[in-house]
């Protein structure tokens, strides 16, 4: 054998050295997600339903989980929204579920459903609702969650039915928790997320009145070295960055935009579009922004609140603004907010002691 075919030979086995060892690899990887999976086949609907191990899904039985989500009608519907409908799966007393459901059909729509998969496959977060799985068949994609008992933030803030008020502990805790969930797509997530549709709706409460982040189908994927996403506007009116209308770019910053929205819900018990804000020609954000400016807080304050620690107060109203600069650099980071919300409660404690 010769020089060059002894070079070509050495180079024939170094290529079939790599390729096994990237097919070992992908088997290995393979496997592993197979471990964290449990997969269900549904032969009727030529569907497939993926399930993340878990806790919560360790006992579950395939066919019955199957069928019952297969069974879900309108008697079953718990909420709706621009995204999909959203129904209650209960297999037993103590195993419930929510199920979001998005008819196929529409880019928009199977884009909405790939966004969540790709936010929220391996998220792990107290402050971030938990997808367990979904389901894909022909017509139409379910993504599975763990039900929220105490809905949504919106639906205890505004809503005609729900008879119970939120006081201020409770608000506050709400406000930071959501905050640390916000901060975690921003600062912990590799890549980065966007949500682009912070609302007080999309911020759900537990058994523990623990507020957590949900409904990803607009959330965007942002590489750590980049500022912004170019995207077509998209959110909900009320809640998004005025520079947003004008670039199209979404931002952290405009998370953060949306987040003191939330935060003035929460003060004011107002809607951010509010009816009397509407007919006065104006909405939540500058309405609070010229009574403030006038050193009449308690004006905007939520009345069922009664007594609250003025500093807290105060002290929240103060970093809302901050989310609510005109300017996107003077706004802080979520990281930011969290910081100064915990710090807020860390000072009302020392004065009380």
């Not at 729509?109 to 977060?125: N, P, S, T, V, Y």
């Not at 960055?241 to 952290?252: I, K, M, N, Q, S």
């Amino acid at each position: 054998m010769d020089k060059g075919q002894a070079i070509a030979f050495y180079v024939t086995i170094s290529c079939i050295t790599f390729v096994m060892s990237k097919i070992f690899i992908a088997l290995l990887l393979y496997k592993r997600w197979k471990r964290r999976h449990i997969i269900y086949e549904d032969g009727i609907s030529g569907g497939k339903m993926i399930m993340f191990k878990s806790p919560a899904t360790k006992s579950l039985k395939s066919d019955a989980f199957l069928k019952k989500t297969l069974k879900l009608n309108n008697k079953d519907i718990i909420g709706s929204g621009g995204h999909g409908i959203v129904y209650k799966l209960a297999l037993s007393d103590s195993m419930t579920f929510a199920v979001k459901r998005l008819n196929r059909g529409s880019a928009e729509r199977d884009q909405g459903f790939e966004r969540e998969l790709e936010a929220m496959g391996d998220i792990k977060h107290r402050n971030i609702v938990t997808l367990y799985g979904y389901y894909t068949a022909p017509h139409y994609n379910l993504l599975v969650y763990e039900l929220m008992p105490n809905g949504s933030l919106y639906a205890y803030l505004h809503g005609r039915s729900n008879e119970k008020v939120l006081d201020w502990p409770s608000r506050y805790k709400i406000a930071v928790g959501a905050a640390r969930g916000i901060s975690y797509l921003h600062h912990d997530c590799i890549p980065h997320i966007i949500h682009r549709d912070i609302k007080s709706s999309n911020i759900l409460l537990d058994e523990n009145m623990d507020a957590q982040v949900s409904d990803f189908g607009l959330a965007t994927l942002m590489e750590p070295d980049k500022t912004h996403v170019s995207t077509i506007v998209a959110g909900t009116f009320g809640y998004l960055a005025p520079e947003y209308f004008d670039t199209g770019r979404a931002t952290v910053k405009g998370d953060v935009y949306s987040f003191g929205v939330v935060l003035l819900e929460l003060l004011t018990g107002r809607k951010p579009t509010d009816e009397a804000f509407m007919e006065e020609g104006t909405k939540l954000v500058t309405w609070v922004k010229t009574v403030v400016q006038e050193k009449r807080e308690e004006y905007v304050l939520d009345h069922s609140l009664g007594s609250c620690p003025v500093n807290e107060v105060n002290g929240v109203f103060s970093i809302a603004l901050k989310c609510l600069e005109p300017e996107p650099a003077q706004r802080p980071t979520m990281a930011e907010v969290v910081k100064v919300l915990e710090q807020i409660r860390s000072n009302s404690n020392v004065t009380d002691s």
